[in-house]
């Protein structure tokens, strides 16, 4: 099971940390991603973390303002967004993939378990 929070509605320039709380399943062994939707768009990868959080990626869009980070004695993963901008607006979710293929981790489809989602809104 993977539960977010943290998103809510914030203005332009604001900042936020999602937070991803996960059960059922070695955390520890799987690498972790964070995934968003936009109103009439397709799910794009944002940024993911390896399993012992010392390799992590991100898209171009957020790079520089995102930080994606995990800690394992608590089984969470963590998204920090800095500088938020309109075109951030989506619904943000988490992911946990098992498999090993780092430069697969951008793939949607290798991710196993989802969580709910929860909605970022950015106003200008």
């Known amino acids: 099971q993977l539960v977010e929070s943290g998103g809510g509605l914030v203005q332009a320039g604001d900042s936020l940390r999602l937070s991803c709380a996960t059960s059922?399943?070695?955390?520890?062994?799987?690498?972790m991603g964070w995934f968003r939707q936009a109103p009439g768009k397709e799910r794009e990868f944002v940024a993911a973390?390896?399993?012992?959080?010392?390799?992590?990626h991100y898209a171009d869009s957020v790079k520089d303002r995102f930080t994606i980070s995990r800690d394992n004695a608590k089984n969470t993963v963590y998204l920090r967004m800095t500088d938020l901008s309109p075109e951030d607006t989506a619904v943000y979710y988490c992911?946990?993939?098992?498999?090993?293929?780092?430069?697969?981790?951008?793939?949607?489809?290798?991710?196993?378990?989802w969580g709910q989602g929860t909605q970022v809104s950015v106003s200008s």
């Open positions: 059922g399943f070695a955390f520890s062994r799987y690498v």
């Open positions: 973390v390896s399993w012992g959080g010392d390799k992590t």
């Open positions: 992911a946990a993939s098992y498999e090993s293929n780092w430069s697969s981790m951008k793939i949607s489809q290798v991710y196993s378990n």
